[in-house]
Nanobody, 120 residues
Framework: QVQLVESGGGLVQPGGSLRLSCAAS????????MGWYRQAPGRERELVAA???????NYADSVKGRFTISGDDAKNTVYLQMNSLKPEDTAVYYC??????????????WGQGTLVTVSS
């Protein structure tokens, strides 16, 4: 079974930086997209950044210029470098993987979530 393990969350002051990591384990025939979502209290889960199989990336308008998504395809790992953090970035961040399985099914899996708190 494919699973995701996230790390890197924590408490940081406004203007600070954090780097999130997400590693996939288990057999993956092909990755379609890996990305990061976040959910703040009372808010719906929203897309933060995504990295598609062809190398294309996209970002939520609220994080453009501050966050960078990158990955190591050989290790089935994705990162989110977060700079110039703002209090409104406070949320639980979830890694998301959409992939093709050994049985050629298109599947989706979520990480357990890692809490990012931006506060002075």
């Amino acid at each position: 079974q494919v699973q995701l393990v996230e790390s890197g969350g924590g408490l940081v002051q406004p203007g600070g930086s954090l780097r999130l990591s997400c590693a996939a384990s288990g057999y993956i025939y092909r990755i379609d997209v890996m990305g990061w979502y976040r959910q703040a209290p009372g808010r719906e889960r929203e897309l933060v950044a995504a990295r598609f199989s062809g190398g294309i990336t996209n970002y939520a308008d609220s994080v453009k210029g501050r966050f960078t998504i990158s990955g190591d395809d050989a290790k089935n790992t994705v990162y989110l470098q977060m700079n110039s953090l703002k209090p409104e970035d406070t949320a639980v961040y979830y890694c998301n993987l959409r992939y093709v399985s050994a049985m050629f099914s298109h599947l989706e899996v979520w990480g357990q979530g890692t809490l990012v708190t931006v506060s002075s």
